[in-house]
């Protein structure tokens, strides 16, 4: 829970980043998933590494996962 504790405004994020995967084409339930998988991911490293940015981390993540996704489709 640590990394919760993180973010003022955790919900204020997730609507950021899913705002923005949408912007760049993914759907609503597109953009739900791909932020659950940067979240998770985010989770895994901040076990292991200090993130220094985490919402910042948190968007390029999804940002990236959402252009692989593109890519394989």
Do not use: Y
């Not at 791909?34 to 985010?42: C, K, N, S």
């Not at 948190?58 to 996962?65: D, E, S, T």
Request: aromatic share 6%; glycine share 4%.
């Amino acid at each position: 829970m640590k990394g919760i504790a993180m973010f003022a405004d955790l919900q204020g994020l997730f609507s950021r980043v899913k705002s923005a995967l949408m912007r760049r084409g993914q759907s609503e339930c597109d953009a739900e998933d791909i932020l659950h998988d940067a979240w998770v991911q985010f989770q895994t490293t901040q076990q292991t590494q200090v993130v220094r940015s985490p919402e910042a981390f948190v968007m390029k993540v999804a940002l990236n996962m959402a252009i692989d996704a593109h890519r394989m489709s």
